[in-house]
Structures are given as C-alpha cells and as structure tokens.
Nanobody, 123 residues
Framework: QVQPVESGGGLVQAGGSLRLSCAAS????????MGWFRQAPGKEREFVAS????????SHADSVKGRFTISRDNAKNTVYLQMDSLTPENTAVYYC????????????????WGQGTQVTVSS
C-alpha cells in the first residue's frame, strides 16, 4: 500500500513552468504504476499523464503532449510532472495516483489518491 503526497503547486504566469512532485510511502513503490489527474472548477477529473512501474512507458493526454512530462525516480519513491508553457486552461487541482501492477487508468476507483495540489495559471 502506498500513500501519495503531492507538492510543488502554486501560482504561475502564463508561459511559465512548474514541477509537481509526488512522494509515495511504502517499500514496494517500484510495483506501482503512477499517474497524474486534474480537476478544474466545475469540471470532471481528467487524465493528464501516467508512467509504468519501471518508468519505461509513459502516456500523456493530447492536451498536454509536448508541454508536460511525467517521470519517476524509484530510488526516491517519487514521481514528477514537469509542466512547461502553462496556460490558464491548465488551472486545476492536480492529483497523484497509484495502482499496483495495473495502469492507473484502469478502474480508477481502485487507485490510491493523494490530496491534490493547486496549480493556478494567471493570464
């Protein structure tokens, strides 16, 4: 079992960058596929990016491809989301999620979730 804890959110101007981090407790972090979702005000939660347990496979939503990059460091039990060229449309609460042995996009109700970190992009 892991408990994701996000950090790195904040206020940034359009065109700027932020790097989110997600530290996950537990000794079996390398068993877990990890990912990021986000939820903007008045909208449903949506997929942003995911990474396999070994880190050799990643997936990014079309809306963030080329601007956001997910990565992980299994030695530090941490997953990252580098966000570049931010726009006001990227304003949302960003959630880190984990799933053991399965992709985080499969039946998300069974994932472990962090509390979220607010990202606000001003125009």
């Amino acid at each position: 079992q892991v408990q994701p804890v996000e950090s790195g959110g904040g206020l940034v101007q359009a065109g700027g960058s932020l790097r989110l981090s997600c530290a996950a407790s537990g000794r079996t972090f390398s068993d877990y596929h990890m990912g990021w979702f986000r939820q903007a005000p008045g909208k449903e939660r949506e997929f942003v990016a995911s990474i396999s347990s070994s880190g050799d496979s990643t997936s990014h939503a079309d809306s963030v491809k080329g601007r956001f990059t997910i990565s992980r460091d299994n030695a530090k039990n941490t997953v990252y989301l580098q966000m570049d060229s931010l726009t006001p449309e990227n304003t949302a609460v960003y959630y880190c999620t984990a799933r053991r042995w399965l992709a985080v996009t499969v039946d998300t109700n069974k994932n472990y979730w962090g509390q979220g970190t607010q990202v606000t992009v001003s125009s």
